[in-house]
């Protein structure tokens, strides 16, 4: 390993055990963004592409030491995928499913598990 990849890992190293986090969660969220005249690659087409992000995080907390972590994300991807072709949506949906454990004073974790299905 050279000397100045060593070096870098003790400063990112320093400075994460170093600053805080921050000690809320947003319950839920929605975002909705629209991307007009996008343009294809070896054309002069353009379409417009529509996304729609939802995010619901519902975490129960059962004691000092152990949360746990459910939820949902939704995101719609509306887009013409060739020119001059049809107007789809392309969709994913994630669960959430984990805990946050407090090991002890200084360290935590947060396990979990993040299965997605697309269409």
């Known amino acids: 390993m050279k000397f100045r990849n060593l070096i870098f890992i003790c400063i990112v190293t320093f400075f994460t055990m170093t600053t805080n986090a921050q000690d809320y969660i947003d319950i839920f969220k929605v975002n ?34 152990f949360a746990i972590i ?3 994300d939704y995101v719609q991807h509306g887009v013409e995928v ?20 407090k090991h002890n004073e200084k360290w935590s974790g947060t396990y979990v598990f993040l299965p997605k299905i697309a269409s």
Request: hydrophobic share 35%; no cysteine.
């Open 32 to 65: 909705y963004a629209s991307i007009l005249n996008a343009g294809y690659e070896n054309s002069d087409a353009t379409t417009n592409i529509n996304i729609l992000d939802a995010s619901l995080t519902y975490p129960l907390k059962v004691n000092e030491r």
């Open 70 to 72: 459910s939820g949902i």
């Open 82 to 101: 060739v020119p001059n072709g049809d107007n789809i949506n392309l969709n994913t949906i994630t669960l959430k499913a984990g805990v946050n454990i």
